[in-house]
């Protein structure tokens, strides 16, 4: 694996070692099922606190006590099972997740985890002192898994406006959560990850419980209709510009989170790619040029 983009890559190693020899046949005693946006996971932990975490984040409806069908198996382990402290764990400057596909099996190292996926079986070390830990797991694999049932995960902050959702886009610090800072009400879905999903002919957003800020946890289990989709710059007055098609199409794919593009397999691009045209076809993109006088909630409609 290419270190060259961690700070600490004796630790980076560390991990790895690690998560390699954690047996997937191992038996952890605390278990909790969970439909997790239509994605049924059956997961397992070595500590009441790990489980304790996870429901302090999902709406009380989505656990279950049978799943419907079999999906995913989640083993989370604790830095604790290995006498690593929380300093130690964390001591890297990089928050970019490091990916290693060999035969059927795929590791990834991070800042707040190590995990490593076989088929639909994920085993994964993390803090649980920390929200960022499970998160960051779930960033890892499940904008894949959910790409399967036609949901794309968006890095956006999403935001309701006359019962309809809007996106905003943009990279890290062109204001995706300063814009729900300046919502005067209005509902917020998520100000760092939310799904985009298809019924019929037309496509909604929910809040993805993948990160970031939500009001709270009933939240999740709301959708709305798309109304438009908004690339924002940070500015002293406030404006927007219709995008053209190929403008809109590059920087909708620069906002479909953690498909890890060149890593991933053909069909999972290709599944991607032919949605975000039907997207794009069907929904007006802006640049939407705002300052903090809200006053650019004009031009949201």
């Known amino acids: 694996m290419d270190f060259t983009s961690f700070s600490n890559p004796f630790l980076c190693q560390k991990k790895i070692d690690l ?40 709406p009380v409806g989505w656990v279950k006590n049978e799943l419907s069908e079999p999906g995913l198996k989640l083993s989370l382990y604790s830095i604790r099972d290995f006498n690593i402290s929380s300093l130690e764990w964390e001591n890297e400057a990089s928050a970019e997740c490091l990916i290693n596909k060999t035969n059927d099996q795929e590791i990834a190292i991070q800042r707040d985890f190590a995990g490593k996926m076989i088929k639909d079986h994920v085993v994964a070390i993390i803090n649980e002192d920390i929200v ?4 960051n797991i779930l960033r890892w694999f499940m904008p894949r898994k959910l790409l399967g ?13 006359d ?32 799904i985009l999903f298809q019924i019929g002919d037309d496509y909604y957003a929910k809040g993805a419980a993948l990160g970031g800020l939500y009001n709270n946890k ?9 109304g438009a989709f908004y690339w924002l710059f940070k500015s002293s007055e406030n404006k927007i510009e219709k995008m053209e098609s190929a403008e809109s199409y590059r920087k909708f794919i620069s906002s479909c989170a953690n498909i890890f593009w060149g890593e991933s397999d053909g069909q999972t691009e ?27 909630w004009k031009y949201v409609k």
């Open 218 to 226: 009933s939240i999740l289990d709301q959708s709305y209709p798309v």
């Open 270 to 296: 290709c599944k991607m790619m032919k949605l975000a045209t039907d997207v794009i076809d069907r929904y007006p993109f802006y640049n939407l040029y705002f300052s903090l006088d809200k006053g650019f």
């Open 132 to 135: 960022d830990g499970f998160f």
């Open 149 to 161: 049932i036609r949901n794309i995960v968006l890095h956006s902050s999403c935001v309701v406006v």
């Open 19 to 58: 998560i390699e020899k954690v047996s997937t046949e191992f038996s952890l005693n605390y278990k909790l099922q969970l439909d997790y946006h239509g994605i049924p996971f059956s997961i397992e932990a070595s500590s009441e606190a790990i489980l304790k975490l996870i429901l302090s984040l999902v």
């Open 163 to 194: 019962h309809k959702a809007y996106f905003f886009l943009g990279h890290s610090g062109y204001g995706k959560s300063t814009l729900t800072t300046l919502v005067d009400g209005r509902p917020v879905l998520g100000d760092d990850m939310n």
